[in-house]
């Protein structure tokens, strides 16, 4: 017997170990289900086994009570199946985002260095991604807008409630901490007032101009990112988890994380799009907001920090503000 195999695996391991059985294997009868693999009831049992584990990742990594939040999310989606109404239906389903997208911020830790920054935000929308190919498996009926809004609107609450304990209440905003606030806050609303006035009230001709710019991108280059996301969502978590390593005010700027997580459930669960495009716009948006993340985090560099590689070098080696790991509670 090798040595690796007679080393007995800790309680946590297996329980890392058990959410991803569950996880990939409720992926796998949703799969299966969808296209004809398995008999169709599959499908809607591998929905309430990714809204379970992914309730109960949620929980054991901001310090709840797992097996309760588990299963309590699995009773709630097996009731959504077995009534067969639209409501329960969406209703579970915009459950399962929400958490997804809530999990993928509380999951990121501090990254020293870019690049690690763009590792958290890979793992973060691919948890999202998850959750939101889940949520397909109740087979909602949704009005995009109202769905994608109802996600981002109960993602940022959940978030700001646990932020708010994370980053020591409002008074550790500190002065980074409230201009990033402010101006997350200030371009969250005007990316949504905008968008909704365009679908709305917009000029015929500007929205035709932006409906052709689409059509094109998505002719050319097979997506289209998401404003919100690589605007917004994509550079907040980036700095966010960058700040994180620096300062726990981190935190709030990660509440903006959401923009970049929510939207993936949007992307999967269009109709009138494929999931190949979906994942198309996500690269594109992150992209774009890897972009905007590392100039506003050269910028946050170039006026508060040491001017000079060997400085920020200095700089990244000090940077080791602790935080559980990515398996351990935060509270």
């Not at 399962?96 to 501090?110: D, E, F, I, R, S």
């Not at 709305?200 to 710019?213: F, I, N, P």
């Not at 690589?230 to 994180?244: D, K």
């Not at 060997?310 to 935080?323: K, L, N, Q, Y």
């Amino acid at each position: 017997m090798s040595r690796a195999s007679a080393v007995p695996r800790t309680p946590r391991e297996q329980r890392l170990s058990a959410w991803w059985l569950l996880v990939l294997g409720g992926l796998a009868l949703l799969v299966g289900g969808g296209v004809g693999w398995l008999p169709a009831v599959t499908e809607g049992l591998g929905a309430v086994a990714v809204s379970a584990a992914y309730s109960w990742a949620l929980a054991a990594r901001t310090g709840g009570r797992p097996i309760i939040a588990g299963v309590l999310a699995a009773s709630l989606g097996l009731a959504a199946l077995v009534v067969d109404t639209q409501t329960l239906r969406t209703g579970a389903a915009v459950m399962t985002c929400t958490v997804g997208a809530v999990l993928g911020v509380m999951a990121t830790v501090p990254a020293r260095r870019f690049l690690a920054c763009v590792r958290e935000v890979a793992i973060a929308l691919a948890l999202a991604g998850g959750a939101a190919v889940g949520a397909v498996g109740y087979g909602p009926t949704i009005s995009l807008a109202r769905f994608e809004y109802t996600v981002l609107a109960l993602s940022f609450v959940v978030v700001a409630l646990l932020v708010h304990r994370l980053g020591a209440g409002l008074h550790g905003l500190g002065r980074r901490g409230v201009v990033g606030v402010v101006v997350g806050t200030l371009v969250l609303a005007v990316i949504l007032a905008y968008a909704e006035a365009l679908r709305r009230y917009g000029a015929s001709s500007l929205v035709t101009t932006v409906l052709d710019t689409a059509s094109w991108m998505l002719d050319t280059l097979g997506g289209v990112p998401r404003p919100i996301q690589a605007v917004l969502g994509v550079p907040a978590l980036a700095w966010g988890v960058y700040m994180r390593a620096r300062r726990r005010q981190g935190w709030w700027l990660c509440v903006f994380g959401v923009a970049a997580t929510a939207p993936v459930a949007n992307g999967v669960m269009n109709p009138s799009a494929t999931l190949l495009e979906a994942l198309l716009g996500v690269v594109y948006s992150v992209v774009v907001g890897l972009v905007v993340a590392y100039g506003v985090i050269r910028a946050d560099l170039a006026l508060t920090g040491s001017r000079g590689s060997r400085a920020r070098r200095a700089e990244e080696r000090s940077a080791v503000r602790p935080e559980p790991s990515r398996t351990r509670p935060l509270l």
